[in-house]
Structure formats: C-alpha cells, structure tokens
C-alpha cells in the first residue's frame, strides 16, 4: 500500500480548470519528483496536496486515512511537512531555536517549569541532531538572518524535519540558488532521501534526474507521465513536451 496517494483530483478557480483528474502514489522510502512547464498546475497541485487548497473533487489518503480537505496544521500533525513556499523562519532567532520552535516536544515539555532545566537540555540535544543532519552544526547559534541564503534554506529543511514527518514535501528547493548551492543541496537531499519519503517540485531536471526514483510529468493540469528517469526520457508524450526545456 502506498503511504500517500491522490486519486482523481481536480480543481478549478471559477470556470477555469487547473487540475484535471490527477493520481499520483508515492510509496514510503521513495523520492518522488513532480516536473512541468511554468502555468501546467504543479504549484495548485502541491496547494491542493499540503492542505491550501480543497479539490473540488478527488480525495487524497495518507497512510490509509483520508485525509482531504484537512487544514495544514492538522496535516502537519498527521506527519507531512512543507518546506519553502509556506515556511516563515524567525530571523531574530538562532537557527537552533527556530528547529526548537517546530519540535513537536516544546509545548508539552515547555509547560512543566519544574523541568526547566531537562527541558532546555533534551530540546537542544534534538534541534543540534537535527541541524548536523543539514549541515549546520557549526551555525546553530547563528541569527537565521545572517545565514546565507543556501544555509536559509538548509535551515527551512531542518524546520521542517523537526515536525518529525514520514513525508516531506518541497516546493522548488533549489529556487535562487547559485551552483555551489545546488551542488550542496543535491548532496543533503541525497542523504534525506535514505531517511524519510521525499516528494519535490523542482525545475532543476539534473538534480532530480539524480535523486528521485519516480517522476511525474504535469502539463495542462494533467499527469501525461510517469515512471523512473530512464523511463520518461524515452516516453513520446514526454518528448513530444520538450523535457529538456520544461524549466
């Protein structure tokens, strides 16, 4: 059974159709990646899959659950997370205490002053893991506003694995990178993706040609292919769209 599905989605704003009958399956442990022209849906359909949008018909089932419709804060808590278009860091903040602010433990243990103390200790302990995880373990104690715009995004990723979810889904991660930084964050996701489900948009045709174990191919709302890179490069609906230029 695959641990997130979306089975017949569809979603329009007014008269115009953005998604038409969209399936997508990601098994658990997989990289799973979502590729298309500027205008062919695929940021409505992350909208529509983290809980910003409800499909005007379909249903989404995350591990076995239904989960459609389901506000993003209730789907965060069911263990998917989103990185980047939605993820505010706090800038004032050292980068381990924006991770300490997504732990799912800081509230609970926040509240027992009386372990103030533990509390403090067990919260660092996790956020440091966490930030050697991304590469920033050196920068822990850094304002998140002084950190370079790669390390700013390594960080979103941390914040977001501080929810501690089976899926992760990111939108775009390499946006306004330069090469070293995409170089680095192809090398973080490579690690990521031994230990928790992956799902990215990204225009970034190398990097997920590299990463991910399945592509799916979005144009004019519409899923027109799936399957492993070796797979779609030889696809004649995949051709016939130019994947090379697709970013």
Not at 12 to 28: K, M, N, Q
Not at 77 to 98: C, H, P, V, W
Not at 116 to 126: G, I, M, S
Request: proline share 4%; hydrophobic share 45%; with cysteine.
């Amino acid at each position: 059974m695959a641990l997130f599905e979306a089975n017949g989605l569809h979603m329009r704003f007014g008269r115009r159709v953005v998604l038409e009958r969209i399936d997508l399956s990601v098994e658990e442990g997989m990289f799973a990646g979502i590729i298309g022209p500027n205008g062919a849906g695929k940021t409505t359909c992350f909208n529509v899959l983290t809980g910003r949008f409800r499909p005007n018909r379909g249903r989404i089932v995350f591990n076995g659950e239904d989960i459609t419709g389901l506000a993003p804060e209730r789907i965060v808590r069911k263990g998917i997370a989103r990185s980047f278009q939605i993820m505010t860091l706090f800038d004032e903040y050292s980068a381990r205490d924006n991770v300490i602010q997504a732990l799912p433990q800081m509230r609970e243990m926040a509240s027992h002053a009386g372990h103030a103390v533990a509390c403090d200790r067990f919260l660092f302990e996790q956020a440091d893991e966490i930030l050697e995880n991304v590469g920033l373990a050196a920068k822990a104690s850094i304002p998140a506003k002084d950190l370079s715009y790669g390390d700013r995004r390594a960080l979103e990723i941390a914040v977001a694995l501080a929810t501690r979810p089976r899926i992760l889904f990111l939108d775009e991660p390499t946006s306004g990178l330069g090469a070293s930084g995409r170089a680095r964050l192809k090398i973080l996701l490579g690690e990521l993706k031994r230990k928790v489900t992956i799902v990215a948009i990204e225009h970034d045709l190398d990097l997920l040609f590299a990463l991910a174990d399945r592509i799916s191919v979005i144009q004019w709302g519409q899923v027109i292919a799936q399957g492993s890179p070796e797979e779609l490069k030889s696809d004649p609906w995949v051709r016939r769209s130019n994947l090379g230029k697709l970013q």
